[in-house]
């Protein structure tokens, strides 16, 4: 780990007037990735900005019937908050999927959003990465690659975003809301992580001086008919291998409106509403879960090592929507 200065942020502008003046700088809360990054020597910032005596602690009602889950409320307290579990269930389901009971205590939600993708070659600093060292080339591509993406790949990285919260944030429309020198923006939860281009150290469309102050879901909430699926390899603490968040609203046996989003595949949490759309109005069955799949992972490619993912997310999304319409049938 290189020397570093430390920055107590004591208010937003504070924190995002730090990050504009020094480029080298990393905003910090929980820290629970950042800094095994920095004893992997894979991020090396000459400042940390500690942003978690700011005031984004809190989850509030929000006027349009939604909920704000601010940036650094632990991951387990918004798991377990009375509204989250009550309202939003689908989003307490996918954060305790994830990661450890002593992580999730430390973890908070704005970082959840920024952590990076667990590759082993981008933590392996004797191997090329691009999104480690821009240019240097992608080892996963020919080398071992098992749990690498199959959809939104690009010659330069074919790594996966790690997150389960993402996942079902994704399919329940969320929008994050950030503050930075140049004041706040709304941006759509389909619209923050990018897919890797030739540009694959670009994780999100995040400015560097921004911070994330909250997580706002919509008044839209699926709490009857939701399901998230996680196949992993070991039974806790372990990613995704796939997974599938599924929110579904029927009438009658129609279906009135659905979301699907997909973890352990691409670079971002995967989501195609255009896709969505075409099983409005469609009776609810196996069938047109199977439809919606093949349609979802359209142009899937697997690697070597791989190319099992595209039955097995086929199977688990079909397994996640029956699920998400037996509950509460």
């Given at each position: 780990m290189n020397n570093f200065t430390y920055h107590?942020?004591?208010?937003?502008?504070?924190?995002?007037?730090?990050?504009a003046q020094n480029k080298e700088a990393k905003f910090i809360a929980g820290g629970t990735n950042l800094i095994d990054l920095m004893k992997y020597r894979i991020e090396n910032p000459d400042q940390l900005i500690d942003l978690t005596k700011l005031a984004f602690d809190k989850i509030e009602n929000t006027k349009n019937g939604g909920l704000r889950?601010?940036?650094?409320?632990?991951?387990?307290?918004?798991?377990?908050h009375p509204e989250v579990e009550k309202r939003y269930p689908l989003v307490a389901k996918?954060?305790?999927?994830?990661?450890?009971?002593?992580?999730?205590?430390?973890?908070?939600?704005?970082?959840?959003l920024l952590q990076r993708t667990r590759c082993y070659y981008f933590y392996d600093t004797a191997t090329p990465c691009n999104k480690r060292e821009p240019g240097s080339g992608c080892s996963a591509i020919k080398g071992f690659n098992r749990i690498h993406a199959i959809l939104g790949t690009s010659e330069a990285c074919i790594a996966t975003h790690p997150s389960d919260l993402c996942v079902a944030l994704a399919a329940l429309d969320a929008t994050v809301q950030v503050t930075g020198a140049d004041g706040d923006r709304s941006i759509p939860f389909l619209e923050f992580h990018r897919l890797p281009g030739d540009t694959p150290a670009v994780d999100t469309n995040l400015r560097p001086d921004?911070?994330?102050?909250?997580?706002?879901?919509?008044?839209?909430?699926?709490?009857?008919?939701?399901?998230?699926?996680?196949?992993?390899?070991?039974?806790?603490?372990?990613?995704?291998?796939?997974?599938?968040?599924?929110?579904?609203?029927?009438?009658?046996?129609?279906?009135?409106?659905?979301?699907?989003a997909l973890g352990g595949v691409a670079h971002k949490p995967w989501r195609k509403p255009e896709v969505e759309k075409k099983v409005i109005g469609k009776t609810a069955n196996e069938a047109t879960y199977k439809k919606l799949a093949e349609e979802l992972i359209a142009g899937a490619e697997g690697f070597s090592h791989n190319a099992f993912k595209i039955p097995l997310v086929k199977k688990t999304i079909v397994r996640a929507l029956t699920e998400a319409v037996a509950k509460n049938s």
């Open positions: 107590q942020a004591k208010n937003i502008s504070d924190a995002t007037s730090a990050a889950l601010g940036a650094l409320v632990t991951n387990a307290d918004t798991a377990y996918a954060i305790l999927s994830g990661a450890s009971a002593q992580l999730r205590n430390a973890a908070t939600n704005g970082g959840n921004e911070v994330i102050t909250a997580i706002d879901l919509p008044a839209q909430n699926f709490s009857k008919h939701f399901a998230y699926v996680k196949v992993r390899d070991r039974p806790s603490y372990a990613f995704a291998v796939v997974s599938a968040a599924a929110a579904i609203e029927l009438e009658g046996d129609k279906i009135k409106d659905i979301r699907v």
